[in-house]
């Protein structure tokens, strides 16, 4: 079995129980559904580092342009994107049980759904070229540039003064310590299984994707060295019998 | 192919720098036929006009003022600025273009020529914008200021998108799609600057815009050609020599 996949599942099992062990938040409207943070934060995490693995790949398929680097970004991508999605998705239910709204405006929701909507037309981009070596070189170049902006609407904006004065999110909970510990315990625990797990899909995604081209480029190759596609001369249906 | 040649009266051969040839191609193209700066000109009047038709009874605050600038500047430079890199593709040029120039020259000529488009209509929608929506001016010169390098900022920043969805397919929707995202960092600090200049937050506040936004226009000078080398040369890759090695044709990778 692969030993990752195994620390992932062990880590699974053993957070998803100790999930359901702490006791309840005092300070929440529904107190149960804190526990919605082992998910929303451990998301969001792996989602960045996707982002910077993306940009990183991008740089190299630039560079360098290995068929490896290719398959990495691509799988970078896909995997950034579920992720945000993901973040997104237990954001809203947070916002839901915590605030009364599915979507309160407040501006943290609202630079990270602009994230993942970048994800989104980054997948858009990739699937508007049909010749695969235009597709990843765009694919990679618009990668590095929305580092910058990601960067920016993760980290920056979030925590600017008079943006942070109108947020509702508690984004300085963890910073500052203010986190029980059997939370913070649960949360590094489910930040690592979550890791384990993403960057073991992730090697999965990448292998995939080399197979698919190694068995792409021997197709192409058989295709051409045994003359074995159909001949493209125009050819009668029927035999036509000479009539003496 | 550094440098283009042209004799001058005296007969002296005089050397020009690629990118200031390529910038004069683009100015000459847009001279003939200044389709360009008429119709993105136009959608930035239509816009104003709407924005004043809508606030005609009432009047915007600075922060929704600012913003609603910020966002008209922002949708014109998304008419205008891909429109330079597309229409070279579909007019089929510029596969032409590339055998003239490095990709670096043809990228800074259509950002310089793109930057100076952005200017000149930033300039028309901020004056009559402050004519007919915004409220009082109240520091003048960082209004300009920023209005100005509002424009240019954008401009760079859809050069960049331009340049990646040339090839694409849907390419003028797909544009404004990958550009929206890269410019939401400058439409926050177009507001934080410009909601300064019609008398909300500090002075401070609009300096630190104003250096972030300096900043956003700056860094696409630096990234474009460097995204522009990489996508436009399409013979250095090496796994491309690499699949040559095993005796894949040249035929064969461009058909994949």
């Not at chain 1, 409207?29 to 526990?35: F, K, N």
């Not at chain 1, 995997?79 to 605030?99: E, K």
């Not at chain 1, 929701?109 to 997948?123: E, G, P």
């Amino acid at each position: 079995m692969n030993p990752r996949l195994l620390i992932a599942g062990l880590l699974g099992v053993v957070m998803t129980g100790y999930i359901y062990s702490v006791p309840d938040a005092r300070l929440f409207r529904d107190p149960a559904m804190a526990r919605i943070l082992f998910t929303h934060v451990p998301s969001a995490f792996v989602a960045s580092i996707f982002f910077v693995v993306a940009a990183w790949a991008g740089l190299q398929v630039l560079g360098k342009g290995r068929v490896l680097h290719r398959a990495r970004l691509h799988a970078a991508v896909e995997l950034g994107a579920l992720f945000a999605g993901f973040t997104m998705a237990t954001g809203i239910l947070f916002s839901r049980v915590q605030w009364g709204e599915w979507w309160h405006n407040d501006p943290r929701q609202t630079s990270f759904l602009i994230v993942l909507l970048s994800y989104l037309a980054l997948l858009g981009l990739r699937g508007a070229f049909s010749d695969p070596e235009k597709r990843d070189k765009t694919t990679a170049a618009y990668a590095v540039a929305l580092l910058l902006p990601a960067i920016f609407l993760t980290f920056i904006y979030p925590r600017l003064p008079h943006v942070a004065q109108q947020s509702f999110h508690p984004s300085t909970t963890i910073p500052k310590g203010e986190l029980d510990t059997a939370y913070q315990i649960g949360l590094w625990g489910n930040v690592t299984a979550f890791l384990v797990l993403a960057f073991f899909v992730y090697g999965l995604r990448v292998r995939q994707e080399l197979h698919s081209r190694a068995l792409e480029n021997l197709d192409d190759h058989l295709a051409d060295s045994h003359h074995d596609s159909p001949d493209s001369r125009v050819r009668r249906p029927v035999a036509v019998r000479r009539e003496d | 192919m550094g440098v283009l040649w042209s004799p001058d009266e005296s007969g002296r051969v005089a050397m020009n720098p690629p990118w200031i040839t390529a910038l004069k191609k683009e100015f000459t193209a847009e001279l003939r036929a200044k389709q360009g700066i008429t119709t993105s000109g136009l959608f930035g009047l239509m816009a104003v006009a709407a924005c004043g038709f809508a606030s005609s009874i009432e009047k915007p605050g600075p922060g929704l003022a600012a913003g609603l600038l910020s966002v008209i500047l922002l949708f014109v430079s998304t008419v205008a600025i891909p429109r330079i890199f597309i229409a070279e593709q579909e007019q089929g040029t510029f596969d032409l273009y590339r055998q003239w120039a490095s990709p670096t020259a043809i990228f800074l000529g259509k950002l310089l020529f793109a930057a100076a488009q952005m200017i000149l209509i930033s300039l028309m929608v901020g004056a009559i914008y402050v004519a007919m929506v915004a409220p009082e001016l109240k520091i003048p010169w960082l209004y300009w200021v920023g209005t100005i390098l509002f424009g240019i900022a954008a401009s760079n920043v859809l050069c960049i998108a331009g340049s990646l969805v040339m090839g694409a397919a849907n390419r003028w929707i797909l544009a404004g799609v990958i550009s929206l995202p890269l410019t939401f960092p400058l439409v926050f600090m177009g507001v934080g600057l410009l909601r300064v200049a019609f008398g909300e937050g500090t002075l401070n506040g609009g300096f630190i815009n104003l250096i972030g936004l300096l900043g956003y226009a700056i860094a696409p000078i630096g990234l474009g050609p460097f995204l522009a080398e990489s996508l436009w040369n399409e013979a250095n890759t090496e796994d491309r020599k690499g699949l040559q090695g095993q005796g894949a044709t040249e035929s064969q990778w461009e058909g994949r």
